[in-house]
């Protein structure tokens, strides 16, 4: 899951080089993810990274933008941020923390305000985990994503996860 993900990553940094902006929102921060800027092995990028709360040891090892608050609705306290992001990463947080329908449709329609006219979405869900925990009107369907966003490409890894390449409709 972790070298796919690198890929992706990878295929962001390039995708961005002939791009005149070069803005990225990775949505969840931990001591996992905080170094994921080396993998778009493009010095360009002006990188973000959001979550509802931050620790100081994260803080102090960051090499992005920190927003500390919650994604669903960002715009509305940061109007600035509409239409500004070329890429959103969404791996871990939807289809792994449970949100009711109306959250699901909810966080999707802030990635769409969020992102400029042929911005992409990397969204990774986690299956087995969604199946196991989630109630089952709270797993995300693909039918909700195909509301706002194109599928470019999908990939199911080990029967557990799927990441998809989406493009704002």
Request: proline fraction near 1%; aromatic fraction near 14%; hydrophobic fraction near 40%.
């Amino acid at each position: 899951n972790r070298k796919v993900m690198i890929e992706y990553y990878k295929e962001i940094g390039d995708w961005l080089r002939g791009r005149e902006t070069k803005n990225v929102l990775d949505i969840g921060m931990s001591m996992f993810n905080i170094y994921n800027k080396s993998f778009f092995n493009n010095d360009l990028i002006d990188y973000y990274q959001i979550d509802i709360e931050l620790s100081n040891a994260v803080k102090q090892r960051l090499e992005s933008i920190a927003i500390v608050d919650s994604f669903i609705c960002l715009e509305k306290k940061y109007p600035h941020y509409i239409d500004h992001f070329d890429v959103i990463i969404s791996y871990g947080v939807l289809g792994y923390i449970e949100f009711t329908p109306k959250e699901i449709q909810e966080y999707l329609e802030t990635a769409v305000r969020l992102l400029k006219k042929d911005g992409k979405l990397y969204l990774k869900l986690d299956i087995v985990h969604m199946k196991e925990k989630f109630r089952k009107e709270n797993i995300v369907k693909e039918e909700q994503v195909l509301t706002y966003f194109k599928i470019t490409s999908s990939q199911i890894v080990d029967n557990e996860f799927i990441f998809y390449v989406l493009i704002k409709k």
